[in-house]
């Protein structure tokens, strides 16, 4: 077997411009990073924060459409199932990037498994693979403060490789916005997130997923999520400015029904 490779040029630069951009904000911030959106921004200050985390009765169930980010075509209903241990979303219909003839097939992630305070714990895959984090993912770090940046280091182990691997999670959280979905128009926290998935290969960088959620307060739920992915291919020809060829996962959204 060959070893993994290391992360290339290109991504240790990006790494480290992320880090010195924010390292100016505060010794309470860690690190974070913006993404965009397509939703209504408020005008002045950030807001107020959310302190606690919501209650959600077991045997509840919340149903989102999803939506191709590149074309709106409607793709699936997931499904949010809630018990007393915890919940799972499934339905999620989501294709990951493929390697080429190298590596990883696309694969197609079906399912999340969250724990009981909400945190992610297992990604499920169409072909029976998963993948476990090791602590759970704090996907939504409550208390939600705006301006506030969050990160997170954690072990990944995926089906039949003892190795576990280190993922990094960059959380910023943002500002309110007017968010409207099919089941109605919220005011709402946007929650951004960066994982850098560590999954290197001697022909391919390790896989960026870049991941936002607008939290409602009072529906006591995210109303709206968007998830993207990539990495970047290393033994296809490259561009003419010497980067290599990114190869891409879906475009998801989420909207609560």
Known sequence: MMPAAKPDDDTLATRRSLLMALSAIGATVAVGTLASGCAALEPGIPGESVDERPVVKPGTERVYRTLNGYNREQRSLATHRFSAEGSRLEGIDYDEAGSGGFGRPIARLIARQFNAEGHLTVLERADGSHTTFDPPLQVLPFPLVPRRHVRQDVFARDTGNPKPRRVIMITRVGRWETVTVPAG??????VSRDL?????EFHRTETQRREIDWYAPSAGAVVRASED??????MIGRSPGG??????GDWLIRELT
């Open 185 to 190: 128009t919220f005011r709402a926290l946007r």
């Open 196 to 200: 850098f998935m560590g999954d290197f």
């Open 229 to 234: 992915s990539e990495h970047q291919d290393l």
């Open 243 to 248: 980067r290599a060829s990114s190869r891409r």
